[in-house]
């Protein structure tokens, strides 16, 4: 088990975890694979709609039964109106199903990120992605010999 930095291409070793060759047989791998949406916005508007909440609410039911799991939150534009859009979805996720903030991640791109971005997506200054990352879950714990 490691740590990764993306500024390098090997793990960083940590001198708390245990690396192990195997996984004993009582171990489980639990994985949760990649959930993407991508909700709209009207013109100038930072307000959720039905529709947005109820993409919201499949995301905040994931991130409720799932404890190991968190979402990301990004847009491609970063004025005011922006940062009142990631806060509208985020409040209503952590609101709504009690997820604790640490799971919730805001994240504005930069230019050459909204640049490609804006290629693949006509309504790019209206769009949320939603992204939850794949969670690999080791159930064991080596160091202290318990689940």
């Given at each position: 088990?490691a740590?990764?930095s993306?500024?390098?291409?090997?793990?960083?070793?940590?001198?708390?975890?245990?690396e192990?060759?195997y996984?004993?047989?009582?171990?489980m791998?639990?994985?949760?694979?990649?959930?993407?949406?991508?909700?709209?916005?009207?013109?100038?508007?930072s307000?959720?709609?039905?529709?947005?909440k109820?993409?919201?609410n499949?995301?905040?039911?994931l991130?409720?039964?799932?404890?190991?799991?968190?979402?990301?939150?990004t847009?491609?534009?970063?004025?005011?109106?922006?940062?009142d859009?990631?806060?509208?979805?985020?409040?209503?996720?952590?609101?709504?199903?009690?997820?604790?903030?640490?799971?919730?991640?805001?994240?504005?791109?930069?230019?050459?990120?909204?640049?490609?971005?804006?290629?693949?997506?006509?309504?790019?200054?209206?769009?949320?992605?939603?992204?939850?990352?794949?969670?690999?879950?080791?159930?064991?714990?080596?160091?202290?010999?318990?689940?």
């Amino acid at each position: 088990m490691a740590i990764h930095s993306f500024s390098q291409t090997t793990p960083i070793s940590h001198p708390l975890v245990t690396e192990l060759n195997y996984y004993p047989e009582q171990g489980m791998l639990v994985a949760f694979p990649t959930h993407y949406d991508v909700i709209y916005f009207e013109n100038n508007s930072s307000q959720l709609t039905i529709n947005m909440k109820t993409i919201l609410n499949s995301i905040g039911y994931l991130l409720d039964t799932y404890k190991e799991t968190y979402l990301v939150i990004t847009l491609h534009t970063s004025d005011d109106l922006a940062y009142d859009r990631l806060y509208s979805v985020a409040d209503y996720i952590a609101m709504q199903f009690k997820i604790e903030q640490e799971r919730i991640q805001i994240i504005l791109t930069s230019q050459e990120e909204t640049k490609h971005y804006k290629q693949y997506e006509k309504n790019w200054k209206n769009s949320t992605e939603l992204i939850m990352p794949k969670t690999i879950i080791v159930t064991y714990d080596p160091e202290l010999g318990m689940y």
